[in-house]
């Protein structure tokens, strides 16, 4: 099965300032034949079901605000927010759906400083 | 519109058994896999089961493989997680998730609730 890490565990960052979080995976989540990286990302806040953020790596879903935004392809992908806003303290978790284990990275907590 | 309504869970005590179900309302569901996650106090989220838009297969985690068993009944649009010899280590919020269509692998788009399922002596 593919295992999944994040980078870092925490991150407390200013209003307005950019917040970057990273994510690994344990083997390629490119399917060549399609030529897409089967890695989403989610967010999460207290009390709330997770919420799809970004599919296949760089897509943002239909009503996510444009400062997200993600990047990456194989094993190393990056979510990028790009000016930080109140209601975005959250956990962040990459997810590989290139396999059936379907895992997910341990989280990202994104706080405001 | 999509929904996923959750309803199961509760306090329970090691060893015993408990049941979860997820009602589907908005799309066709015998055309999608669907999907049980766990979150933990103090952990990150973890599919614990998966199972194919027919029912032909299935998939579990290492930490539930053996004790838990996840269904689905397309004519009541209808998952479930039968959960059996439940360990403390089980308390989570479980949530269901509905992945992609067909036999296909996709992010998981739309999520139920939550329940949480304590398991305490």
């Known amino acids: 099965d593919i295992v999944m890490t994040q980078s870092p565990d925490s991150l407390t960052v200013s209003l307005g300032e950019r917040a970057t979080i990273n994510c690994k995976s344990s083997q390629s989540v490119l399917y060549n034949s399609n030529n897409k990286n089967y890695l989403a990302w989610y967010q999460q806040k207290p009390g709330q079901p997770p919420k799809l953020l970004i599919s296949?790596?760089?897509t943002r879903e239909s009503g996510v605000p444009d400062r997200f935004s993600g990047s990456g392809s194989g094993t190393d992908f990056t979510l990028t927010i790009s000016s930080l806003q109140a209601e975005d303290v959250a956990v962040y978790y990459c997810q590989q759906y290139y396999d059936e284990a379907f895992a997910f990275g341990p989280g990202t907590s994104v706080e405001v400083k | 519109q999509v929904q996923l309504v959750q309803s199961g869970g509760g306090v329970v005590q090691p060893g015993r058994s408990l049941r979860l179900s997820c009602a589907a309302s908005?799309?066709?569901?015998?055309?999608?896999?669907m999907y049980w996650v766990r979150r933990a106090p103090g952990k990150g989220l973890e599919c614990v089961a998966v199972i194919w838009y027919d029912g032909s297969k299935e998939y579990y985690s290492d930490s539930v493989k053996g004790r838990f068993t996840i269904s689905r009944d397309n004519s009541k649009n209808t998952l479930y997680l039968e959960m059996n010899s439940l360990r403390v280590e089980d308390t989570a919020v479980y949530y269901c998730?509905?992945?992609?269509?067909?036999?296909?692998?996709?992010?998981?788009?739309?999520w139920g609730q939550g329940t949480l399922v304590s398991v305490s002596s």
């Open positions: 998730a509905r992945g992609g269509p067909e036999g296909s692998y996709r992010r998981f788009d739309y």
């Open positions: 908005g799309f066709t569901f015998s055309n999608y896999g």
């Open positions: 296949w790596a760089s």
